[in-house]
């Protein structure tokens, strides 16, 4: 698992877990990266299609991603983007209300 990135956020899109393999991967210590907005990862050119499909999913508790695997592009500390495959789900309390969103990036290539 050392390879792979687990990314959570909570409803607002701040990053709440960092995992080491985030670390890794995206070159961005936990302690960057953890209570920062998504945006620090978000290439500027997905942000506006990022943000309304986080929205919508965050207020709806749906999202067509949910529990799917994708390839995602994210913007490195060394200002590269990278296309990574990942797995998206939503985050859920025990009464299933949306508590946030988790991916699970896999190293690209």
């Known amino acids: 698992m050392e390879n792979h990135a687990m990314v959570a956020a909570d409803r607002s899109g701040t990053i709440r ?20 907005k998504l945006d620090l990862i978000i290439p500027e050119e997905y ?14 508790g749906a999202a067509g991603l949910d529990g799917q695997s994708t390839d ?12 990574f495959p990942a797995s998206f ?3 859920r309390d025990s009464r299933r209300d949306v ?9 690209s290539g």
């Not at 670390?23 to 953890?34: C, M, N, Q, T």
């Not at 942000?47 to 709806?60: C, D, I, P, S």
């Not at 508590?99 to 190293?107: D, E, H, K, L, N």
């Open 47 to 60: 942000r506006t299609q990022h943000w309304a499909g986080f929205t919508k999913a965050m207020e709806t």
């Open 17 to 36: 877990i960092w995992s080491s393999g985030a670390e890794k991967l995206f070159g961005y210590p936990a302690a960057d990266a953890v209570a920062q």
């Open 72 to 83: 995602i592009p994210v913007k490195c500390r060394s200002g590269a983007v990278t296309v």
């Open 89 to 91: 789900m939503l985050l």
């Open 99 to 107: 508590i946030g969103a988790m991916v699970i990036f896999g190293p």
